[in-house]
């Protein structure tokens, strides 16, 4: 992962207000928010000393997907205030990019941007290690990215939960950073 002549990118996935706030629609696991704060803080800030490339990637799952959004108690829905971005997790100079399926690969601009700025690592932290932070690295690593899941920059519902689906992504191909 620290080879100098790969270009690399760090996706920080869902880190919004639905999931974050003690009143959010659907909130990851209350011991986890702390340590993965830490961890993501510090992600972006070796990332930001090693110039790499940091895409925020937010839910804004679309009104009308109505059985989605009933699965997801209403959570980050386009327009509404729980797709807001956590301000602790602010990465100054991002990009961000929306997405409205689990799978952030859904909006073509993602790939674009990582082909664009020639990204072959690709370091992931976030919300939903199940969810959406499991399909968007097994997208990446059918794109051919080495993908690396920062395994304390993720949350879930439960450790338990968290920590088979990080198990899951290493079968997969992936490499969990602890």
């Given at each position: 992962?620290?080879?100098?002549?790969?270009?690399?990118?760090?996706?920080?996935?869902?880190?919004?207000?639905?999931?974050?706030?003690?009143?959010?629609?659907?909130?990851?696991?209350?011991?986890?928010?702390?340590?993965?704060?830490?961890?993501?803080?510090?992600?972006?800030?070796?990332?930001?000393?090693?110039?790499?490339?940091?895409?925020?990637?937010?839910?804004?799952?679309?009104?009308?997907?109505?059985?989605?959004?009933?699965?997801?108690?209403?959570?980050?829905?386009?327009?509404?205030?729980?797709?807001?971005?956590?301000?602790?997790?602010?990465?100054?100079?991002?990009?961000?990019?929306?997405?409205?399926?689990?799978?952030?690969?859904?909006?073509?601009?993602?790939?674009?941007?990582?082909?664009?700025?020639?990204?072959?690592?690709?370091?992931?932290?976030?919300?939903?290690?199940?969810?959406?932070?499991?399909?968007?690295?097994?997208?990446?690593?059918?794109?051919?990215?080495?993908?690396?899941?920062?395994?304390?920059?993720?949350?879930?519902?439960?450790?338990?939960?968290?920590?088979?689906?990080?198990e899951r992504l290493r079968r997969h191909g992936a490499q969990i950073v602890r």
């Amino acid at each position: 992962m620290d080879r100098s002549d790969q270009r690399r990118a760090l996706l920080l996935i869902d880190f919004q207000d639905d999931f974050l706030a003690d009143d959010g629609r659907m909130p990851v696991a209350r011991d986890q928010v702390e340590p993965v704060l830490a961890a993501t803080r510090a992600a972006i800030a070796q990332s930001q000393a090693r110039g790499d490339l940091i895409i925020q990637i937010g839910n804004e799952f679309r009104p009308h997907d109505l059985v989605g959004n009933l699965m997801r108690r209403g959570a980050a829905v386009s327009g509404r205030p729980g797709t807001r971005w956590d301000p602790r997790f602010a990465a100054p100079g991002a990009v961000y990019v929306a997405k409205w399926k689990s799978d952030a690969f859904c909006n073509p601009a993602l790939e674009k941007l990582l082909r664009e700025h020639r990204i072959e690592d690709v370091i992931v932290a976030g919300l939903y290690a199940r969810a959406c932070v499991t399909a968007t690295t097994k997208a990446a690593l059918a794109r051919g990215f080495q993908v690396h899941v920062l395994g304390d920059a993720v949350a879930c519902r439960s450790g338990t939960s968290r920590d088979a689906a990080l198990e899951r992504l290493r079968r997969h191909g992936a490499q969990i950073v602890r």
